[in-house]
Structure formats: structure tokens, C-alpha cells
């Protein structure tokens, strides 16, 4: 189907279902597809959207699989049921294949496994498990039942500062990058940040002399996309563009990361690009389309990628025009399909540390 129909089409259900219809988008999604979505924002202010929607009654959320989920969690949690009379708010994501690759390096039974593993090193009720919103529910559920919590990367900081004052020690995953930048940033050293690797049989590959001394345990994971941009990137930019600003996304490697001049969220990058006087030069570390569009939105300033290779995140990338005009028009039909619901259980205790980080201000 070209895409004038595909868009007539999707146009016509959003104008049916109106208010009871919420399209959620986040900053990586392409034009094509932001351009149906009522609000788009970074992963924090997505899951403050889907905690706050009070006439939807079904969020197509644009984004990747642990964002639908989250959304399920807060549209459903027992006060906004309660006020709607028992009924759920239903939550769909376009294409079931939408997941986020760092997301699946931390699996449940491995992250349990590795906290019975440390339990025999270190005392375990001092140790305060964070989980970057970027994994799955029933890691988020971990953290509620042990007394931890989930971070963005808008909120890093600050929920550091929250389970320092709780505990001795804190567990991060899946993203070691974004545990370990800001770690740093708060004056714990990389000596005090053992790497946890799920796949090594003794202490995630680590001497017990490591994981006494640590701060924080660091889950080898990593995300395929920010990994791409390198320290040499950032000196090419340097000497071909004197003045030139780098802006990165805290999920790139430390190297790249001590070298920015700013690292933030997405929503962080978009307000910093917004903020600054026109002919200010940028070299822009976060995924492909988001600094495309920064780039057509900003003809005043003058934009760049920060690597030669293309870094697109590509499970984002399968939400497109067909995904969801075939997802929106089964929803009017009356035959839902991709519709994401989080088990009971799962929900109540991943809603435990997502509200802790919701609080954190
Ligand atoms: P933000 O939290 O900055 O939106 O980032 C989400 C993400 O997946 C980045 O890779
Ligand atoms: Fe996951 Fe990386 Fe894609 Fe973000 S950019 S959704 S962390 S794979």
C-alpha cells in the first residue's frame, strides 16, 4: 500500500476512536510514524504520559517492547483501575519484534542467579538492585521485591543518590555504560565497579576481593547502537570543526562519554540543541533519526552525526506506517492484535519500583 493511503487510513481510526486513543512515540521513532502520534518524549517523560492518561482507553505505543509493558504497568495500577470501574486500559505495540537488544542481555533467571551468587561474598540486604527502565518486567519486579528501584537515563543521578542512602552497594543492569558514567560522575572510581558477567561460572567472572571492595556492580550489557560512537570520532570532529560541541547519550562508552561536553537523555539533547544560539556547531552521539531530525529542525545550527557508520537503533525501526495502520484498524474492528499485558504479579512489583522512581525528584 503506498503510503498517502496507508496514512488516510490510520488518519481516519485516529479520528474515530478520538480521546479514547493514545499514540505514544519515543524520540527514535521515524518521521513518518511521529508524525501520528499525540506525544512523544524520552523514556521518563513516556512513562510519566502513560501514568497520568486519564481518557484513553488503549495506548499504541510507538516505541519498544519494555516501554508497552511499562505503560501497562502505570495505565493499570489499582487506583486508575479503581477509577475506571475495573476496566484496563489496553496496550498495543505495532510489532511484536520491537525489543530492545540490551534489554534481552539480562534475563531473570541470570540476574536472580547472580544475586544468590554475591550473596556468598557480601551481604545481599545492603546491596540495592537498579534496573535501567530499558529490561524487561520481571526485572523491574526484582528490584520492587528487594527493596531497589528503576532509573532513566534522565534520572540516573538522582536514583543513585536514593539507593546510596539506602544501601552500601548497588546492583546496576542491564546497561553497564550508563551505571559506570554515572557512577563516575558521582566520584565512585572504575576499580570500585566490578563487571558482572552473567556468562563466567564464578562471581560473573570476578575474585571475591573484587565484588568486597565494589561500590557498584556493573551488568555486561551494553546497547548495539550507542556503542558504535568512539573516542576517535570525537577527536576527528575536534580538529576538523574548531568550537564544535559534543553532545552524547549516556549509554555510549565511558571513553566517549569523558570526552562530551554534554551527556543526557534524549529529551536532554533535544532541549540542549533547542536551547542554543543559532551557529552553534554539534556532533550528536545518540540514534540515527532522532539526530536527523534535530537536523531539519534546526537549519539554524549546524548538525552532525558523531560516527561514519549509520547507528539506528533497528527494532525501533519495524514500528513503521503499515505496522500500525494494520494494528490501529484491527483495535476499530474489534480484533485486537500485539495487545501487551504484564502478569498480575509481575505488575504489582514492578509498580513498586517504578512508583519509588517516579518519586525520586
Ligand atoms: P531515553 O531514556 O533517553 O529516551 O533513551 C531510551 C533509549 O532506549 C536510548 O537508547
Ligand atoms: Fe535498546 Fe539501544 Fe534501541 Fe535504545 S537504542 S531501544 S537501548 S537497542
Redesign the pocket.
Known amino acids: 500500500m503506498e503510503s498517502d493511503e496507508l496514512i488516510r487510513r490510520i488518519t481516519a481510526v485516529r479520528e474515530e476512536l478520538g480521546d479514547t486513543l493514545l499514540i505514544l512515540g519515543h524520540h527514535?521513532q521515524q518521521d513518518q510514524v511521529v508524525e501520528h502520534t499525540d506525544l512523544r518524549g524520552d523514556s521518563y517523560q513516556l512513562s510519566q504520559m502513560a501514568a497520568s492518561s486519564d481518557t484513553c482507553r488503549t495506548i499504541v505505543f510507538c516505541g519498544?517492547h519494555f516501554m508497552a509493558e511499562t505503560a501497562d504497568i502505570l495505565a493499570n495500577r489499582p487506583e486508575k483501575l479503581e477509577s475506571r470501574n475495573g476496566e484496563r486500559v489496553r496496550v498495543i505495540l505495532p510489532d511484536m519484534a520491537a525489543g530492545?537488544?540490551?534489554?534481552d542481555m539480562a534475563a531473570i533467571d541470570q540476574v536472580e542467579a547472580a544475586w544468590e551468587d554475591m550473596s556468598d561474598v557480601i551481604d545481599t540486604d545492603r546491596v540495592i538492585p537498579v534496573t535501567y527502565i530499558?529490561s524487561a518486567a520481571s526485572l523491574k519486579a526484582f528490584c520492587g521485591k528487594h527493596g531497589g528501584i528503576v532509573c532513566t537515563s534522565s534520572n540516573a543521578r538522582a536514583v543513585l543518590e536514593w539507593a546510596f542512602d539506602r544501601g552500601d552497594r548497588v546492583f546496576f543492569f542491564p546497561d553497564q555504560h550508563l551505571g559506570r558514567n554515572t557512577a563516575l560522575g558521582m566520584g565512585i572510581t572504575e576499580q570500585q565497579m566490578p563487571v558482572w558477567d552473567p556468562y563466567q561460572l564464578e562471581l560473573g567472572g570476578n575474585d571475591e576481593r573484587a565484588i568486597e571492595d565494589s561500590r557498584v556492580i556493573l551488568w555486561k550489557g551494553h546497547?548495539?547502537?550507542?556503542q558504535m560512537f568512539r573516542p576517535e570520532h570525537v577527536a576527528q570532529f575536534r580538529q576538523r570543526y574548531p568550537g564544535i560541541k559534543i553532545l552524547v547519550h549516556p549509554?555510549c562508552p565511558r571513553e566517549v562519554n569523558d570526552l562530551a561536553d554534554v551527556s543526557g537523555s534524549t529529551g536532554l539533547i533535544i532541549r540542549t540543541v533547542k536551547e542554543s544560539p543559532a551557529g552553534t556547531k554539534w556532533a550528536i552521539g545518540t540514534?540515527l533519526h532522532l539526530v536527523n531530525r534535530l537536523k531539519a529542525e534546526h537549519p539554524e545550527q549546524e548538525i552532525h552525526f558523531l560516527s561514519p557508520v549509520i547507528c539506528m537503533?533497528a527494532?525501533?525501526y519495524r514500528i513503521d506506517l503499515p505496522h500500525l495502520c494494520w494494528s490501529l484498524e484491527n483495535l476499530r474492528e474489534g480484533t485486537p492484535v500485539n495487545t501487551i499485558e504484564v502478569s498480575e504479579e509481575v505488575a504489582k512489583w514492578s509498580l513498586v519500583a517504578l512508583e519509588r522512581m517516579l518519586a525520586v525528584k
Open positions: 527514535y519498544v530492545c537488544s540490551m534489554a530499558n546497547c548495539s547502537v550507542h549509554e540514534e537503533c527494532t525501533m
